[in-house]
């Protein structure tokens, strides 16, 4: 058994405070682990100070000293000088009584997510190896939300070494994980899976915390750890920053105890006179052998909602299905709107889709016009939802608001870029990507917030995903659509198609996909709209056949309509051999143009039922 083992068996012991937020209350902005290198001298002071204020174990700066994080500030090259430097500085401020951590943060932070987990894993054993080559007492691998990550990594860690392990999770609500895993049976996983020592860091206060800890029993063979934030941060003058209360730990040190904790630090917002508090309020060090657990309270269970009516996947896997694109307006009359909504309606479309600020252009909301669709015509609205309007808290907020309008059909897409719109200095959210926000919505059917809690309903949303064939390689496009399926993508819409043969090519590439799709077609309504879509529009490229023959129509607007619906019926006839699902893009609000084709293609379905179809998606 190691030395520090054998140290928090025999005693509590005090580990460091913040390094990244106090590096930052001094002014540092860039990547703190370079810090390292370039101010190496600023690094040892803090190591010492923390030493100085009586903490027993520190941890070496290198929470993001991964190849990931670091190629976020262009320092992907140096993950190996930057840890060695590390551990050497902690090892220089050190005394002969001080335990030194290799710290190892977590990649998928409460945000967005990076890297794929093969990535992860190659980042994870880089990092790794060059702190147990330069000697460390113990690895601390913290600020994980993500327990799957925290788990691969665990797994690997033990593996490569017999040194100690301390896991730390975080948690957004007390007791519960992003997963909705309860604190107590993870850090138990953790305990199985190896672990030394389990706890909780970041986010949270001591008063969540304790909450928290209060319903964990003593491990049986693993020692417990705490890390509590000083508080939650505040925010002035551009500035994030915490309420320096020392105080306040000072008098949860001895109920840290009393939870069973062997190792108590302080994370984000705490400085050395945290520590000193820690260590003044810790007058027994002796730890504690028998626990009286507080159970937290008892999850909610989240119940289901029935469907009135059949979803979208279970329509297009019986039968073809038409769904029509009819934007929002971007002004407030809505008179044209709806009447082109009711004759869509009437012509027997199977959702009306709303797209979410197209084109990065503010348009009436699309959940409200989906309401009073759903209201004046019973309709089913399929809403579109991006990434780029609303941070993480938005989104889940929207969410809520979609389930209880009665909302279910969903698409769940990245959204253009600001600089495309009208306002191209706005500033775009982006938290999550196409591929969380797909997670999010699944574990809102779950009933789970993003923080892992209960939001005593369950969801029903019908999610489908954007797949863009006109691309280079189709191969890879399809391999997205897989890793979408994984994160809870039920179908598919695809951009606006111009090439009958590229229709084939995209069924002979998606057959074995297992999940439907849409075959996205809308009608040109002159050369002009032609041109633009092909040369300005990002994800829609027209055949140079289809141009001439918008050309041809010498501007005159009847015959462009005319010909734009010809085409458009050509890449129907051939989509509906292959695929079930077509969706209508309305062009300018040429609802005229979406309801000719949508009784075009009742029509044709009918013809179709008259022969065998020897192929069909």
């Given at each position: 058994?190691?030395?520090?083992l054998?140290?928090?068996k025999?005693?509590?012991l005090?580990?460091?405070g913040?390094?990244g937020?106090?590096?930052?209350?001094?002014g540092v902005?860039?990547?703190?682990?370079?810090h390292?290198?370039?101010?190496?001298?600023?690094?040892?002071?803090?190591?010492k100070?923390?030493?100085?204020a009586?903490?027993?174990v520190?941890?070496t700066?290198?929470?993001?000293?991964n190849?990931?994080?670091?190629?976020?500030?262009?320092l992907?090259?140096q993950?190996?000088s930057?840890?060695?430097?590390a551990v050497?500085?902690?090892?220089?401020?050190a005394?002969?009584?001080?335990?030194?951590?290799?710290t190892?943060g977590g990649i998928?932070?409460s945000?967005a997510?990076?890297?794929?987990?093969e990535?992860?894993?190659?980042?994870f054993r880089?990092?790794l190896?060059?702190?147990l080559?330069?000697?460390v007492?113990?690895?601390?691998?913290?600020?994980?939300?993500?327990?799957?990550?925290l788990?691969?990594?665990?797994?690997?860690?033990?593996?490569?070494?017999d040194?100690p392990?301390i896991t730390?999770?975080?948690?957004?609500e007390?007791?519960?994980?992003?997963?909705?895993?309860?604190?107590?049976?993870?850090l138990a996983?953790?305990?199985?899976?190896?672990?030394?020592?389990?706890?909780?860091n970041?986010h949270?206060?001591p008063?969540?915390m304790?909450?928290?800890?209060?319903s964990?029993?003593?491990?049986?063979?693993?020692?417990?750890?705490?890390y509590?934030n000083a508080?939650?941060?505040?925010?002035?003058?551009g500035?994030?920053f915490y309420?320096?209360?020392?105080d306040?730990?000072?008098?949860?040190a001895?109920k840290?105890?009393?939870?069973?904790v062997?190792?108590?630090g302080?994370c984000?917002?705490?400085?050395?006179?945290h520590?000193?508090?820690?260590?003044?309020?810790?007058?027994?060090?002796?730890?504690?052998q028998?626990?009286?657990?507080?159970?937290?309270?008892?999850?909610?269970?989240a119940t289901?909602t029935?469907?009135?009516?059949p979803?979208?996947v279970?329509t297009?896997?019986k039968r073809?299905?038409?769904?029509?694109e009819?934007?929002?307006?971007?002004?407030l009359?809505?008179d044209?709107y709806?009447?082109g909504?009711k004759?869509?309606?009437e012509a027997?479309v199977d959702?009306?889709t709303?797209?979410d600020n197209?084109?990065?252009?503010?348009?009436?909301?699309?959940?409200s016009?989906?309401?009073?669709l759903?209201?004046?015509?019973?309709?089913?609205?399929?809403v579109?939802?991006?990434c780029?309007?609303?941070?993480?808290i938005?989104?889940?907020?929207?969410?809520?608001g979609?389930?209880?309008?009665?909302?279910t059909?969903l698409l769940?897409?990245?959204?253009?870029?600001?600089?495309?719109?009208?306002?191209?200095?706005?500033?775009?959210?982006?938290d999550?990507t196409?591929?969380?926000?797909?997670?999010?919505?699944?574990?809102?059917?779950?009933?789970i917030s993003w923080s892992?809690?209960?939001?005593?309903?369950?969801t029903?949303f019908?999610v489908?995903a954007?797949?863009n064939?006109?691309?280079?390689?189709l191969?890879r496009?399809?391999?997205?659509l897989?890793?979408k399926i994984?994160?809870?993508?039920?179908?598919?819409?695809?951009?606006p198609?111009y090439?009958?043969?590229q229709?084939?090519?995209?069924y002979?590439a998606?057959?074995d996909?297992g999940?439907?799709?849409?075959?996205?077609?809308?009608?040109?309504?002159?050369t002009?709209?032609a041109?633009?879509?092909?040369?300005?529009?990002?994800?829609?490229?027209?055949?140079?056949?289809?141009r001439?023959?918008?050309?041809f129509t010498?501007?005159?607007?009847?015959?462009?309509?005319?010909?734009?619906l010809?085409?458009a019926?050509?890449?129907i006839?051939?989509?509906?051999?292959l695929f079930?699902g077509?969706y209508l893009?309305?062009?300018?609000?040429?609802?005229?143009?979406t309801v000719?084709l949508?009784?075009y293609i009742h029509n044709?379905?009918?013809?179709?039922?008259?022969?065998?179809?020897?192929?069909?998606?």
């Amino acid at each position: 058994m190691s030395d520090l083992l054998n140290a928090l068996k025999e005693k509590i012991l005090i580990g460091d405070g913040a390094m990244g937020s106090l590096l930052y209350s001094y002014g540092v902005n860039r990547c703190f682990e370079e810090h390292n290198l370039t101010h190496p001298d600023q690094v040892l002071h803090i190591h010492k100070a923390y030493i100085d204020a009586g903490a027993d174990v520190i941890q070496t700066n290198t929470y993001g000293a991964n190849y990931i994080k670091l190629a976020q500030h262009g320092l992907e090259d140096q993950v190996k000088s930057i840890n060695t430097a590390a551990v050497k500085l902690a090892k220089k401020a050190a005394n002969e009584n001080t335990f030194i951590l290799g710290t190892i943060g977590g990649i998928h932070g409460s945000q967005a997510s990076i890297g794929t987990t093969e990535e992860i894993k190659r980042s994870f054993r880089e990092q790794l190896y060059c702190l147990l080559l330069e000697g460390v007492d113990g690895l601390l691998l913290e600020t994980y939300y993500d327990f799957d990550e925290l788990k691969t990594v665990l797994k690997i860690a033990r593996e490569a070494t017999d040194l100690p392990i301390i896991t730390n999770v975080s948690m957004h609500e007390a007791g519960v994980l992003q997963n909705g895993l309860s604190l107590a049976d993870a850090l138990a996983e953790l305990e199985r899976l190896g672990a030394d020592v389990v706890g909780v860091n970041c986010h949270l206060g001591p008063h969540h915390m304790l909450k928290s800890l209060a319903s964990v029993p003593l491990p049986k063979k693993a020692l417990l750890a705490v890390y509590p934030n000083a508080s939650f941060p505040g925010y002035q003058d551009g500035k994030l920053f915490y309420e320096n209360k020392p105080d306040y730990f000072e008098n949860y040190a001895e109920k840290f105890r009393e939870a069973g904790v062997h190792l108590i630090g302080g994370c984000c917002g705490t400085t050395p006179e945290h520590i000193t508090a820690l260590k003044k309020g810790l007058t027994n060090r002796q730890p504690i052998q028998e626990k009286k657990v507080i159970p937290f309270h008892k999850a909610i269970q989240a119940t289901s909602t029935a469907l009135t009516k059949p979803n979208l996947v279970e329509t297009v896997n019986k039968r073809h299905s038409v769904i029509v694109e009819l934007d929002s307006p971007k002004h407030l009359n809505t008179d044209k709107y709806f009447k082109g909504a009711k004759a869509l309606q009437e012509a027997g479309v199977d959702a009306i889709t709303l797209a979410d600020n197209s084109l990065a252009s503010p348009r009436i909301c699309n959940a409200s016009m989906g309401s009073l669709l759903k209201q004046k015509f019973d309709a089913t609205p399929l809403v579109h939802i991006t990434c780029r309007d609303r941070n993480l808290i938005g989104l889940q907020s929207h969410l809520m608001g979609l389930h209880t309008l009665g909302i279910t059909e969903l698409l769940a897409i990245t959204g253009d870029p600001t600089k495309i719109g009208d306002f191209p200095g706005a500033t775009s959210v982006f938290d999550v990507t196409s591929f969380q926000l797909l997670e999010l919505i699944q574990r809102f059917n779950e009933g789970i917030s993003w923080s892992g809690k209960s939001l005593q309903q369950k969801t029903n949303f019908t999610v489908a995903a954007a797949f863009n064939p006109n691309v280079r390689h189709l191969d890879r496009a399809t391999n997205r659509l897989r890793k979408k399926i994984e994160c809870g993508a039920d179908y598919f819409i695809t951009q606006p198609i111009y090439n009958r043969q590229q229709i084939i090519d995209v069924y002979e590439a998606t057959k074995d996909l297992g999940a439907p799709i849409y075959i996205g077609i809308m009608p040109l309504t002159s050369t002009q709209n032609a041109e633009f879509l092909h040369n300005e529009v990002p994800g829609i490229k027209l055949t140079d056949e289809v141009r001439k023959r918008m050309a041809f129509t010498n501007q005159n607007r009847a015959l462009a309509t005319q010909e734009g619906l010809k085409i458009a019926e050509e890449l129907i006839d051939t989509a509906l051999e292959l695929f079930h699902g077509i969706y209508l893009v309305t062009p300018f609000t040429r609802y005229d143009m979406t309801v000719h084709l949508t009784n075009y293609i009742h029509n044709k379905v009918e013809k179709l039922k008259e022969k065998p179809v020897s192929i069909i998606q």
